[in-house]
Nanobody, 115 residues
Framework: QVQPVESGGGLVQVGGSLGLSCAAS????????MGWYRQAPGKQREVVAT???????NYAESVKGRFTISRDNAKNTVFLQMDSLEFEDTGVYYC?????????WGQGTQVTVSS
């Protein structure tokens, strides 16, 4: 199993935006429902957004209306556009299938929201 590679994180001010990308292997991505997960400091990892192979989306209540998940099936890539960022969005963001494959967690990408 090849782990996905997440990118696009960084330091951003409250109210700002970031766009994350996740490149996955074809074996992992093709036909799979995909999700973005995050782990805030001192908290368990949680799912924030999911997208089916046919592009149906779902969001955690805390990010609904602010985050947008999308995917490019031809490029085995899933995206997360994050707008109106809040302090509580700080954490490491990962992508994985839904439900997640235990051994397919990548390194994640750090998002830090500051004042």
């Amino acid at each position: 199993q090849v782990q996905p590679v997440e990118s696009g994180g960084g330091l951003v001010q409250v109210g700002g935006s970031l766009g994350l990308s996740c490149a996955a292997s074809r074996n992992m991505f093709s036909g799979s429902n995909m999700g973005w997960y995050r782990q805030a400091p001192g908290k368990q990892r949680e799912v924030v957004a999911t997208i089916t192979w046919r592009h149906n989306t779902n969001y955690a209540e805390s990010v609904k209306g602010r985050f947008t998940i999308s995917r490019d099936n031809a490029k085995n890539t899933v995206f997360l556009q994050m707008d109106s960022l809040e302090f509580e969005d700080t954490g490491v963001y990962y992508c994985n299938t839904v439900p997640p494959i235990r051994h397919a967690w990548g390194q994640g990408t750090q998002v830090t929201v500051s004042s």
